[in-house]
T-cell receptor, first 124, second 113 residues
Framework: GAGVSQSPSNKVTEKGKDVELRCDPI?????LYWYRQSLGQGLEFLIY????????KSGLPSDRFSAERTGGSVSTLTIQRTQQEDSAVYLC??????????????????????FGAGSRLTVL | KNEVEQSPQNLTAQEGEFITINCSYS?????LHWLQQHPGGGIVSLFM???GKKKHGRLIATINIQEKHSSLHITASHPRDSAVYIC???????????????FGKGTHLIIQP
C-alpha cells in the first residue's frame, strides 16, 4: 500500500483479555518495527523484523507480548492477559532497508522510517 | 543504554522566528533520527543522519558526533510547524537501522501566528 496501515485505530478492552494489533507495512519494505508510546512518555522500541530473519525481541516488556510477521509482510502484535499499564498507542513503522549491516555506513535512506497512524489501546 | 536528552521540553515562538531544538546523547551511535509527531498523533520521519548537516526545505539538521549532540533548526517558522519533535538514536551495532532506537521525550513546539 501507499502507507503503513494499522488496525484497529482504537481498542478498548477489559483487564485480562487478549488483544491483537495489526500492521500492514509499505509494499517492498523489508524491515518492520513495533513501538509504543504511553501517555506522557516517549516512544519505546518493542520488536523488529527483517525479512525472514529471527526477530529482535529485545524491547518486549514481558512474555505477555508477542509478535509475528507472516510472509514477510503483515505483522500482528499480540498482548495476552492485558493489564492497565499496557494502555498506550502502539505504533508500527517500516523501512526499505534491513536496518543492519551490510548496509552499515549506507545512510542514503534505506533505513528511513515510515510510521503508521497507531493503534490506541485502552485497558479498563 | 543510551541516555537521550532533548531541550527545550516546551517552546512557544512567534511566526517567522528561527527555531532550534537540541538533542544530546551519552553513548556513541551509528545514526540519529529526527521525527515529527503531529497533534493528531501521526509521526513523520524528518531526517536520518550520521554526520554533518542535512537540509530539507525550511528544516536543517546537524550532528556533531564527537560532542554527541544534534540540533534541528526551523527557519521562517509557521503555525503548521507546531508539533512534537522527537530525537532518536540508533546504537552503533545497528548500522543506522531503527531497531533498538532510544528516543528522547520530545520537544513540544507551538508557533503562534
Amino acid at each position: 500500500g501507499a502507507g503503513v496501515s494499522q488496525s484497529p485505530s482504537n481498542k478498548v478492552t477489559e483487564k485480562g483479555k487478549d488483544v491483537e494489533l495489526r500492521c500492514d507495512p509499505i509494499s517492498g519494505h523489508t524491515a518492520l518495527y513495533w513501538y509504543r508510546q504511553s501517555l506522557g512518555q516517549g516512544l519505546e522500541f518493542l520488536i523488529y523484523f527483517q525479512g525472514n530473519s529471527a526477530p529482535d525481541k529485545s524491547g518486549l516488556p514481558s512474555d505477555r507480548f508477542s509478535a509475528e510477521r507472516t510472509g514477510g509482510s503483515v505483522s500482528t502484535l499480540t498482548i495476552q492477559r492485558t493489564q492497565q499499564e499496557d494502555s498506550a498507542v502502539y505504533l508500527c513503522a517500516s523501512s526499505r532497508g534491513p536496518g543492519r549491516p551490510p548496509l552499515a555506513g549506507d545512510y542514503t535512506g534505506a533505513n528511513v522510517l515510515t510510521f503508521g497512524a497507531g493503534s490506541r489501546l485502552t485497558v479498563l | 543504554k543510551n541516555e537521550v536528552e532533548q531541550s527545550p521540553q516546551n517552546l512557544t515562538a512567534q511566526e517567522g522566528e528561527f527555531i532550534t531544538i537540541n538533542c544530546s546523547y551519552s553513548v556513541g551511535i551509528s545514526a540519529l533520527h529526527w521525527l515529527q509527531q503531529h497533534p493528531g498523533g501521526g509521526i513523520v520521519s524528518l531526517f536520518m543522519l550520521s554526520s554533518g548537516k542535512k537540509k530539507h526545505g525550511r528544516l536543517i539538521a546537524t550532528i556533531n558526533i564527537q560532542e554527541k549532540h544534534s540540533s534541528l533548526h526551523i527557519t521562517a517558522s509557521h503555525p503548521r510547524d507546531s508539533a512534537v519533535y522527537i530525537c532518536a538514536v540508533a546504537p552503533w551495532y545497528s548500522g543506522g537501522g531503527a531497531d533498538g532506537l532510544t528516543f528522547g521525550k520530545g520537544t513540544h513546539l507551538i508557533i503562534q501566528p
